[in-house]
C-alpha cells in the first residue's frame, strides 16, 4: 500500500487519482474555512507559489469533523477558499478524518505516521508531508505554520533533484 493508491474525488466529483503525484513532494492538509487557523490558506498557497515549479504539491482535504467549521458545499467551499484566502492549490470534496467514515488517504496517513500520543488528527490544518517516492515523511501539528515547514520541503526538493 503506497500513497499512490488512493484516489479522491475533488469539489466538483470528478476523480484525483493520487499517482498523478509521483515524483512529487506532496503536503497533505486538512482544511476549514470556518476555524481560526483559516489564515494558514495564505501560507500553504505561498508555499505552493514558491515550490510547485520544483515539484510541490499542496492538496487541500476539507473536513467538518470539529465543531462544523467546514459548513460549506463542496461547491462554495472551493469558492470561499478562493475569493478569501486566494487558493488556487487543490482541493477534495469534503471528507471525514477521524472514526469509522475515514477516508481511507487519512487511514493510511495516521498508520503511517501516528500523533504524539494518539493516532487521531487533532484538530484542522493538521498536516503531512509525503516524499517524491510516495513515502510519508513527516507529520506537522495544527498550530505549525506553513512557513515552519519550509526547511523539510527543501531538504526534499534536494533529494529529488
Known amino acids: 500500500m503506497s500513497f499512490y493508491d488512493f484516489e479522491i474525488a475533488k469539489p466538483n466529483g470528478t476523480t484525483l487519482r493520487l499517482n498523478e503525484f509521483k515524483g512529487k513532494i506532496v503536503l497533505v492538509v486538512n482544511t476549514a474555512t470556518m476555524c481560526g487557523l483559516a489564515p494558514q490558506f495564505e501560507g500553504l498557497e505561498a508555499l505552493h507559489q514558491k515550490y510547485k515549479a520544483?515539484?510541490?504539491?499542496?492538496?487541500?482535504?476539507?473536513?467538518?469533523?470539529?465543531?462544523?467549521?467546514?459548513?460549506?458545499?463542496?461547491?462554495?467551499?472551493?469558492?470561499?477558499?478562493?475569493?478569501n484566502h486566494g487558493v488556487s492549490f487543490q482541493l477534495t470534496e469534503k471528507?471525514?478524518?477521524?472514526?469509522?467514515?475515514?477516508?481511507?488517504?487519512?487511514?493510511?496517513?495516521?498508520?503511517?505516521?501516528?500523533?504524539?500520543?494518539?493516532?487521531?488528527?487533532?484538530?484542522?490544518?493538521?498536516?503531512?508531508?509525503?516524499?517524491?517516492?510516495?513515502?510519508?515523511?513527516?507529520?506537522?501539528?495544527?498550530?505549525?505554520?506553513?512557513?515552519?515547514?519550509?526547511?523539510d520541503i527543501l531538504k526534499l526538493i534536494s533529494k529529488n533533484e
Open 54 to 83: 520544483k515539484g510541490l504539491v499542496v492538496l487541500g482535504f476539507p473536513s467538518n469533523q470539529f465543531r462544523n467549521q467546514e459548513p460549506q458545499s463542496n461547491e462554495s467551499m472551493e469558492e470561499v477558499c478562493k475569493i
Open 95 to 151: 471528507i471525514d478524518v477521524n472514526g469509522e467514515n475515514t477516508h481511507p488517504v487519512f487511514r493510511y496517513l495516521k498508520d503511517e505516521l501516528p500523533g504524539t500520543f494518539t493516532k487521531k488528527i487533532k484538530w484542522n490544518f493538521t498536516k503531512f508531508l509525503i516524499d517524491a517516492n510516495g513515502k510519508p515523511f513527516k507529520r506537522y501539528a495544527p498550530t505549525v505554520i506553513p512557513s515552519k515547514i519550509e526547511k
